[in-house]
């Protein structure tokens, strides 16, 4: 868990105006972080997570050599500073059981391969900033919905399931129906190559002062992004609903999703890559 606070270049100077809201959001969402046992599965809490999870499944466009960024803490000051790692065979975190790694991947793996080839040709580059109708026939949204949500507990720390015993209960049970209230699950389309996976993470807006607690996840071509509460806005296609279908229930429905860059590693920054250079380059002017 990275405790590194970040802000968007040219918002500095609102920092002081939102500096106690910032502070208490902080202690949340290290709160989280800092809850379960970081040896135990992040989905049932309660055995070794010692199984090799592969965040997205292998079949959902995870073969591939990946370059692995994280937050150097032990070198980050005013600017972040990364740790590069490549991994080979693709994206996975050793962080479920086996039996939760073995159970959730044979009941909701396969719907989540064909949801997302069913949109791997509207996430192109030349779609970002629009809204894509995608027409979705015989689907399973249940198991969609809960092979999203086991990725992206997979890749939050253990906090995330021991505060919502709600969520552990409705991916360990295939036939659990529903999320709790103050969590709200929403998908967008990634169009470019890549992902990022934020864990637990706080964002507050410096214009608002409103803030949420989101955990992302995204991997070309969906994204995932779990809020822990309403208070943000986010404009996101929200999936919620699905979660209360039941296992077995086949649907067609037709979805709106928005298409966005999502080029760097932060929760719902969904900046083109012209923008996040330019905020680059104001950042190093000022730090001259
Ligand atoms: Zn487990």
Same mark, same amino acid.
């Given at each position: 868990?990275?405790?590194?606070?970040?802000?968007?270049? %040219?918002e500095?100077? =609102?920092?002081?105006?939102?500096?106690? @809201? !910032?502070?208490r959001?902080? /202690?949340? +969402?290290?709160?989280? &972080?800092?809850?379960?046992?970081?040896?135990k599965?992040?989905?049932?809490?309660?055995?070794?997570?010692?199984?090799?999870?592969?965040?997205?499944?292998?079949?959902?466009?995870?073969?591939?050599?990946?370059?692995?960024?994280?937050?150097?803490?032990?070198?980050s000051?005013?600017?972040?500073?990364?740790?590069?790692e490549?991994?080979?065979?693709?994206?996975?975190?050793?962080?479920?059981?086996?039996?939760?790694?073995?159970?959730?991947? %044979?009941?909701?793996? =396969?719907?989540?391969?064909?949801?997302? @080839? !069913?949109?791997?040709?509207? /996430?192109? +580059?030349?779609?970002? &900033?629009?809204?894509?109708?995608?027409?979705?026939?015989?689907?399973?949204?249940?198991?969609?919905?809960?092979?999203?949500?086991?990725?992206?507990?997979?890749?939050?720390?253990?906090?995330?399931?021991?505060?919502?015993?709600?969520?552990?209960?409705?991916?360990?049970?295939?036939?659990?129906?529903?999320?709790?209230?103050?969590?709200?699950l929403?998908?967008?389309?990634?169009?470019?190559?890549?992902?990022?996976?934020?864990?637990?993470? %706080?964002?507050?807006?410096?214009?608002?002062?409103?803030?949420?607690?989101?955990?992302?996840?995204?991997?070309?071509?969906?994204?995932?992004?779990?809020?822990?509460?309403?208070?943000?806005?986010?404009?996101?296609?929200?999936?919620?609903?699905?979660?209360?279908?039941?296992?077995?229930?086949?649907?067609?429905?037709?979805?709106k999703?928005?298409?966005?860059?999502?080029?760097?590693a932060?929760?719902?920054?969904?900046?083109?890559?012209?923008q996040?250079?330019?905020?680059?380059?104001?950042?190093?002017?000022?730090?001259?």
């Amino acid at each position: 868990m990275s405790h590194v606070f970040v802000v968007k270049p %040219g918002e500095q100077s =609102r920092l002081p105006a939102v500096a106690d @809201k !910032a502070k208490r959001l902080q /202690a949340r +969402v290290l709160a989280v &972080g800092s809850s379960g046992d970081t040896s135990k599965c992040r989905i049932c809490g309660s055995q070794p997570a010692n199984t090799k999870e592969d965040v997205p499944p292998k079949e959902a466009f995870n073969r591939h050599t990946v370059l692995l960024r994280n937050i150097d803490e032990t070198r980050s000051g005013a600017c972040v500073r990364w740790r590069n790692e490549q991994r080979q065979g693709g994206h996975f975190e050793y962080s479920l059981c086996k039996k939760c790694n073995n159970d959730t991947g %044979g009941w909701y793996g =396969r719907e989540y391969v064909s949801f997302v @080839k !069913a949109c791997a040709d509207h /996430a192109v +580059v030349s779609n970002a &900033g629009k809204i894509l109708t995608i027409e979705l026939k015989d689907i399973y949204p249940a198991r969609i919905v809960k092979q999203a949500l086991t990725m992206v507990c997979s890749s939050s720390g253990p906090g995330l399931t021991y505060g919502s015993p709600e969520l552990r209960k409705f991916l360990l049970n295939k036939d659990e129906r529903g999320l709790p209230d103050y969590l709200k699950l929403h998908v967008y389309l990634r169009c470019h190559g890549g992902g990022r996976s934020s864990g637990v993470a %706080g964002i507050i807006n410096t214009k608002t002062g409103s803030s949420t607690v989101v955990s992302e996840v995204s991997w070309w071509p969906v994204g995932w992004i779990l809020a822990f509460d309403d208070s943000h806005g986010v404009v996101e296609y929200n999936v919620s609903e699905w979660c209360k279908h039941g296992y077995d229930e086949r649907r067609s429905i037709t979805i709106k999703l928005p298409c966005h860059f999502a080029v760097t590693a932060y929760p719902m920054d969904f900046r083109n890559p012209e923008q996040v250079l330019r905020g680059r380059n104001e950042q190093f002017k000022q730090s001259q």
